[in-house]
């Protein structure tokens, strides 16, 4: 996999605006590393990889996983990804991609057939993700939820007693 495609297979489905703010960078360089036609400066690579937190040898030099901290062939499920597991055959994430690559950069109908595909997982995989944190969220605002109840239940019995003492007092004085 060349340079311009592991930029590629990094931005993903990051519009080229989007990922050149992120790192910090023109969009007009960013085309230009993606169409091969300049690299950047170890300043900047070292500045994508921080951001991203991809392997700097796999940008730079293709070689090891994409992301520090992953075995050479397989990503480590974050804790919103589904953790499914790789074909037994030779599986290499940078062979995939390279092959996607090639398959939506050809004019057949399979093109068409492979973008339609990775959208519709790619929807599933977000929407996976978004369900996740709705549901952290959820649990969030079901414990401040009751812990709002506690506190209006103790300030209920607070002002229960203040007017009690009031009664009292009123009462006294006659």
């Known amino acids: 996999m060349t340079f311009k495609e592991r930029l590629r297979a990094l931005r993903g ?31 900047i690579a070292a500045s994508i990889c921080r951001y ?7 940008l730079v030099l293709g070689e090891g996983p994409m992301h520090r901290g992953d075995n050479a062939t397989t990503t480590a499920p974050t804790q919103n990804q589904p953790q499914a597991q790789p074909p037994d055959d030779d599986f290499k994430m940078t062979d995939m991609v390279t092959k996607t690559i090639e398959v939506l950069e050809s004019d057949t109908i399979y093109r068409t057939a492979l973008a ?6 790619h929807q599933a995989v977000r929407s996976e993700r978004t369900l996740a944190r709705l549901e952290e969220r959820m649990e ?13 239940a103790y300030l209920k019995q607070r002002l229960e007693q203040h ?12």
């Open 116 to 121: 339609s595909n990775i959208n519709a997982f």
């Open 163 to 174: 007017e009690g003492n009031n009664a009292k007092a009123v009462g006294e004085d006659g």
């Open 52 to 58: 991203f937190e991809v392997n700097s040898d796999w």
């Open 140 to 152: 969030q605002l079901e414990k401040r939820m009751e812990e709002l109840a506690s506190e209006n």
């Open 13 to 43: 489905d990051m519009t080229q605006a989007d990922f050149a703010n992120r790192a910090g960078i023109n969009v007009n360089t960013l085309r230009n590393y993606e169409r091969g036609d300049s690299i950047p400066n170890l300043e």
